[in-house]
């Protein structure tokens, strides 16, 4: 991918953030997390090139392959995709942000396998407030309980929530979403002193403009930087 190309369209999502962060009144971060999975390590260094420092993939197999042509510290790797419990002990080694800790029992064995290695795994807690049967996410009924489980665990730093609007143009749907998922922030900040709140990551190339005027810290946007992915 041409880098001067890659870097223009980096530049016009981020001015879309800043007027959608002003639109809101807001004076906090908001973190490009460019999406580069099916992508090929190429695409990474181009985004490196284009100024990105954080970049996410959905699956830990092809995160482990292209931090190993990469480096770990080239960028900040965020895993977004759902996280297969066998494939903890390598998000821990290479993940410098997990979006998607869905379950208690993922909770716990992340906890174990950052107690092995000696570290504190930084991560988001996933909650499906759109209630749609295909996403995955802790329920909004269930997740401040949750969330005051996982927080006992250590090793584990639960610094947010995670969540994924459905894919529609219907605006009041979009941030029924995303509003749901701030509420519940707000409500397990309140009740549980170790989870932190400092994060939404929520927003993807269709809707990270409304994600970012409902509070979201971390947009997650691929198709708008790089086009359309393969399968």
Do not use: C
Request: net charge neutral; hydrophobic share 45%; no cysteine.
């Amino acid at each position: 991918m041409n880098v001067d190309e890659l870097r223009a369209r980096v530049a016009e999502v981020r001015e879309r953030i800043e007027s959608a962060r002003a639109r809101a009144g807001r004076t906090d971060e908001v973190t490009l997390v460019a999406v580069t999975k099916t992508h090929p390590a190429d695409v990474v260094r181009a985004a490196l090139g284009a100024g990105v420092a954080d970049v996410g993939e959905n699956r830990v197999q092809e995160m482990d392959e292209k931090v190993a042509e990469i480096g770990r510290d080239a960028v900040r790797w965020h895993l977004i995709g759902h996280l297969q419990r066998n494939k903890a002990a390598r998000a821990v080694a290479i993940a410098h942000l997990v979006h998607s800790l869905d379950s208690v029992r993922l909770a716990e064995a992340l906890s174990a396998e950052a107690v092995k290695a000696g570290v504190a795994v930084r991560a988001l807690v996933q909650v499906n407030t759109s209630g749609e049967a295909s996403k995955f996410g802790l329920a909004p009924d269930e997740a401040v309980d949750a969330i005051g489980r996982m927080a006992g665990l250590p090793g584990l730093r639960l610094e947010g929530l995670m969540t994924m609007a459905p894919y529609t143009d219907d605006q009041a749907v979009i941030r029924r979403t995303f509003a749901g998922a701030r509420a519940l922030r707000d409500d397990a900040a309140r009740q549980v002193p170790a989870f932190t709140g400092r994060h939404l990551s929520m927003g993807m190339s269709n809707d990270f403009e409304a994600a970012v005027e409902e509070g979201s810290t971390l947009v997650r946007v691929g198709s708008t930087l790089f086009g359309e992915r393969g399968p």
